[in-house]
């Protein structure tokens, strides 16, 4: 006899929450009025300067008729690797398209930032700049572009490691890259 009486309870509240739940809740206009305050944008909204903030994954200069594509490291490999991301394929895919145009050879140099041993540095860069070569030589196939790679390590930096005696992260950043050097056509 009980069961019933259970089940009819537990479907009338199971009813009933969703109506609760849904119900406007009941505010006071002496508490309302003390819960809400007013923002002065001049003095709690603040500019941001993003420059110093985000670093460009891509970045181009020509002098002389010779172009240095700079590509981020943090970009086309993950940490400590030498293995070329997807997305990394097809930035170079996309960039190969300016490459058949060279004339002379294309120089791909990897470059590291200071931090940690130097030898290590020296071959990281080095195997990075191989595998962007080995990456360029497959979508150019067919092109008689020569392609060139060689590794900086740290000795080559664009930016400071370090900043007032303090790890600069943003210089680093920076300096982690690979530089494709070609001449315009």
């Known amino acids: 006899m ?6 009819a309870a537990v479907l009338a509240l199971a009813l009933a929450v969703p109506a609760i739940a849904a119900a406007e809740p ?7 009025a003390e ?3 007013t923002i002065d944008p001049g003095r709690h909204v603040h ?15 020509t002098a002389d008729g010779q172009v240095t594509v700079r590509l981020s ?8 690797k030498a293995t070329l991301t997807d997305a ?10 300016r490459l058949r145009q060279a004339t002379g050879t294309i120089q791909v140099s990897g470059h590291s930032d200071g931090i940690g041993d130097p030898a290590y540095n020296q071959t990281l860069s080095t195997q990075r700049a191989e595998a962007v070569k080995a990456e360029l030589s497959r979508v150019l196939n067919g092109t ?3 392609i060139e790679a060689r590794g900086h390590g740290e000795t080559k930096p664009v930016a400071p490691n370090e900043s007032g005696g303090k790890d600069d992260p943003a210089g680093r950043a920076k300096n982690r890259r690979v530089d494709i050097t070609f001449q315009k056509s």
């Not at 490291?73 to 400590?80: E, K, R, S």
């Open 2 to 7: 009980r069961r019933p009486a259970v089940i």
């Open 26 to 32: 009941v505010v006071h206009d002496d508490a309302l």
């Open 35 to 37: 819960s809400i305050q």
């Open 47 to 61: 500019d941001i300067d993003l420059s110093t903030y985000v670093l460009p994954l891509e970045s181009e200069e």
């Open 73 to 80: 490291a943090d970009v086309l490999f993950d940490f400590n």
């Open 88 to 97: 990394a394929r097809r930035r170079i895919e996309r960039l190969a398209s």
């Open 144 to 146: 008689t572009a020569r």
